[in-house]
């Protein structure tokens, strides 16, 4: 028996990151930036992916929040999502006064297929969200933004998880006409709290700045020369969503280690793979396996149960000092979600495997025998 529990997820760590830190605090500079730290990250991001026009906000939901009150949707505007899902997807969404419809995923990647998303598709669809669940690109982005551009929907990916992946040869994150990502502390790369705003089409980048600064046109004022008011003013409807530069200086040296910290997760994932590989014959599947058609950043390994005992399964591992997650609630089955369903919803897959996912414990502070060790104890339940 283990003495430490082995747990799911813990906060990366490395001496320089904390220096970075220490750094900002000895210089006495302003904790609230933006700073040397949040250029530099935009430097980064838009010399290692191609993003070029960024926020870097203090959550994801802060950035789908401000993709939401740009767009200004009216009420019987929809917005086309999974069910599967985080909440602060839909909510953001739902604050503005619009309607959200739920489609159906597919078991293999817990994310919908192509056809689940057409189906869905009427005269009110004025965005469409795609999650890369698990960090994972879907097999037919390019085709979902062409067809997005044909139907004059707007396309956002939902990517909190997901730095680092591809598809084909680009970056997620450069496929819609925004792109939302994660620096939480279950994710890669991270800083307690934080989030990233990639805006593709710059139809919406200067509504989106606004928003982002309190609604003011602060920035504007304070950087642009050609823009010629002495002082900002109150212009939309918009919020603190900033990023403090107090975060950004720990996240700032991550940028640089992506490839690295990618690297290790990789060796994390594959050796669960080795040791399921021998004699798993069914008793569960292993949902994010197409990572060889593209650049994957390994952010997570996720089974689903064939059978549906879950609770019994988490027990045992938690029993055996394994600390496993079961994701969350598909929002339709939430007291909020079920008013956004009606008869012509299906959900069929959704619901026949949401209590039968497990996520397993995949950070930088895991070692190959504890993925060992939890390999063995799971296979001692199965027989």
Known sequence: MLEEKILFSTPI??????????????SKKSLHGPGINIEK???????????KNVLLTHSCTAAMEICALTLNLNKNDEVLMPSYNYNTTASSFVKTGCKIRFCDI??????PSFNQITQNINSNTKVIIIIHMQGLSIDYLDKLAALCKKKRIILIEDAAPALGSYFKNKPLGRFGDFATFSFHETK??????????VINNKKYLRKSNIIFDKGTDRSYVVSDPKYHKKYYSWLELGSCFRMPEINAS?????INDIKSIISFRSKIYFRYLKNFKPWLNGEFLISNKNFD?????????????????RENFLSYLS???????????????????KEYVDN?????????????????PMHNKLKLKDVDYISDKIREYYQ
């Open 250 to 254: 720990y996240l700032q040296p991550q």
């Open 106 to 111: 597919d078991t293999k990647n817990l994310m």
């Open 41 to 51: 990250i935009k430097d980064d991001l838009k010399k290692n992916f191609g993003f």
């Open 188 to 197: 890669n790369y991270q800083c307690g709290m934080g989030g990233l705003l």
């Open 319 to 337: 029993k055996n000092k394994i600390t496993a997650f079961i994701s969350f609630e598909a929002l339709h089955l939430s007291r909020i979600g």
């Open 13 to 26: 760590q490395n001496e320089k990151y904390y220096q970075n830190v220490v750094k900002l605090l000895k």
């Open 293 to 309: 058609k593209y650049k994957y950043n390994f952010h997570a390994f996720t089974i689903i149960l064939k059978k549906n005992d």
């Open 344 to 360: 012509k919803t299906n959900l069929t897959i959704t619901n026949n495997i949401v209590k039968k996912i497990v996520r397993l």
